[in-house]
């Protein structure tokens, strides 16, 4: 019988610090660490890779141990599925830290299932109301007129020189290969700052390369066309703390429209995102029949807007 080490944190911005300061007696005996960085709670346990790996790796009578309930399950519908599979392998599962530090929460008894059950309620209303604070504080912040999304590709100094440079003769393909940075970034850097005039017809403004540049960019565009799909309410909540930011993004511009007792998220973004909700989504959906019809609409959607694509 061996302790086995489980450590998990949602985004690549975060760290596991704290759990590991609560797991370091067992650190430091060498016990087994099994991980899964930057992954969403939403992806069942049962789902990522290396809670799998655990699971292969576990003996029984082996003791699966982590930091706090909310770095394994989060959700009713996770240690619902967990549970058995614990049992089944006759491994256990201990909370290092807290009120629940002396049970084992794999055991068969029907009271821990009750108490588990209740705290995973609780844990995943409290991810819903992060999860919420998070939508409405994307919403305040565009009304405040606030720039959200990636930060600015040159800081200020490196702005300056780029306009000089211009005004001196560089061209834009050119300051593109000197930054590091596409063209089209480069004439939105000069636009901003008046440094380029772009009359009514901008083809006669456009050099050779600008041409090439803009011709490579319509290409680029039509193969990852920007298209509106209704995402279902309940795919959308399953990727309101996905790890890829243009999910998050698009997601949270998104027009929320009310149907019935549901409701779904009008969202305008390449089709290579509305493909990516549905990777991220998949895992977590295909649990319940809920979440399997909620999955075959989106897919439907996605797939019939690809279809209308060029």
Same mark, same amino acid.
């Given at each position: 019988?061996?302790?086995?080490?489980?450590?998990?944190?949602?985004?690549?911005?975060?760290?596991?610090?704290?759990?590991?300061?609560?797991?370091?007696?067992?650190?430091?005996? +060498?016990?087994?660490?099994?991980?899964?960085?930057?992954?969403?709670?939403?992806?069942?346990?049962? #789902?990522?890779?290396?809670?799998? $790996?655990?699971?292969? @790796?576990? /003996?029984?009578?082996?003791?699966?141990?982590?930091?706090?309930?909310?770095?394994?399950?989060?959700?009713?519908?996770?240690?619902?599925?967990?549970?058995?599979?614990?049992?089944?392998?006759?491994?256990?599962?201990?909370?290092?830290?807290?009120?629940?530090?002396?049970?084992?929460?794999?055991? %068969?008894?029907?009271?821990?299932?009750?108490?588990?059950?209740?705290?995973?309620?609780?844990?995943?209303?409290?991810?819903?109301?992060?999860?919420? %604070?998070?939508?409405?504080?994307?919403?305040?912040?565009?009304? +405040?007129?606030?720039?959200?999304?990636?930060?600015?590709?040159?800081?200020?100094?490196?702005?300056? @020189?780029?306009?000089?440079?211009?005004?001196? +003769?560089?061209?834009?393909?050119?300051? *593109?290969?000197? #930054?590091?940075?596409?063209?089209?970034?480069?004439?939105?850097?000069?636009? %901003?700052?008046?440094?380029?005039?772009?009359?009514?017809?901008?083809? /006669?403004?456009?050099?050779? @390369?600008?041409?090439?540049?803009?011709?490579?960019?319509?290409?680029?565009?039509?193969?990852?066309?920007?298209?509106?799909?209704?995402?279902?309410?309940?795919?959308? @909540?399953?990727?309101?703390?996905?790890?890829?930011?243009?999910?998050?993004? /698009?997601?949270?511009?998104?027009?929320?429209?009310?149907?019935?007792?549901? #409701?779904?998220?009008?969202?305008?973004?390449?089709?290579?995102?509305?493909? *990516?909700?549905?990777?991220?989504?998949?895992?977590?959906?295909?649990?319940?029949? *809920? +979440?399997?019809? *909620?999955?075959?609409?989106? $897919?439907?959607?996605?797939? /019939?807007?690809?279809?209308?694509?060029?």
């Amino acid at each position: 019988m061996a302790d086995r080490l489980y450590l998990r944190h949602s985004t690549d911005k975060q760290t596991d610090a704290r759990q590991r300061h609560a797991l370091a007696p067992l650190l430091a005996a +060498g016990t087994p660490v099994y991980e899964d960085p930057a992954t969403s709670s939403r992806v069942l346990s049962l #789902y990522r890779d290396g809670f799998k $790996q655990l699971l292969d @790796e576990a /003996a029984v009578g082996d003791t699966i141990r982590i930091a706090d309930a909310a770095r394994l399950f989060r959700s009713v519908a996770d240690i619902l599925a967990l549970r058995p599979v614990l049992i089944r392998r006759g491994l256990h599962l201990r909370v290092e830290s807290g009120l629940l530090s002396g049970i084992d929460l794999a055991s %068969n008894y029907p009271g821990t299932k009750m108490m588990v059950s209740v705290l995973a309620a609780v844990l995943e209303f409290q991810r819903d109301m992060i999860s919420e %604070n998070t939508r409405e504080g994307v919403a305040a912040a565009k009304a +405040g007129g606030k720039t959200l999304g990636r930060p600015s590709a040159l800081d200020q100094e490196q702005t300056v @020189e780029l306009v000089e440079a211009h005004r001196e +003769g560089a061209t834009v393909k050119g300051l *593109a290969r000197r #930054y590091g940075i596409a063209p089209r970034t480069v004439r939105r850097v000069l636009d %901003n700052a008046g440094a380029r005039e772009v009359p009514n017809d901008l083809s /006669a403004r456009l050099d050779d @390369e600008d041409q090439a540049d803009a011709a490579t960019e319509d290409q680029t565009a039509d193969l990852d066309p920007v298209v509106v799909v209704d995402v279902p309410g309940l795919v959308a @909540e399953h990727l309101a703390d996905a790890a890829d930011d243009a999910v998050r993004e /698009a997601l949270a511009a998104g027009q929320t429209i009310r149907r019935g007792q549901g #409701y779904l998220v009008r969202t305008t973004a390449p089709l290579s995102v509305h493909k *990516a909700m549905i990777e991220h989504s998949v895992p977590a959906l295909t649990q319940s029949p *809920a +979440g399997r019809k *909620a999955h075959r609409i989106h $897919q439907g959607r996605v797939d /019939a807007a690809d279809r209308r694509c060029p």
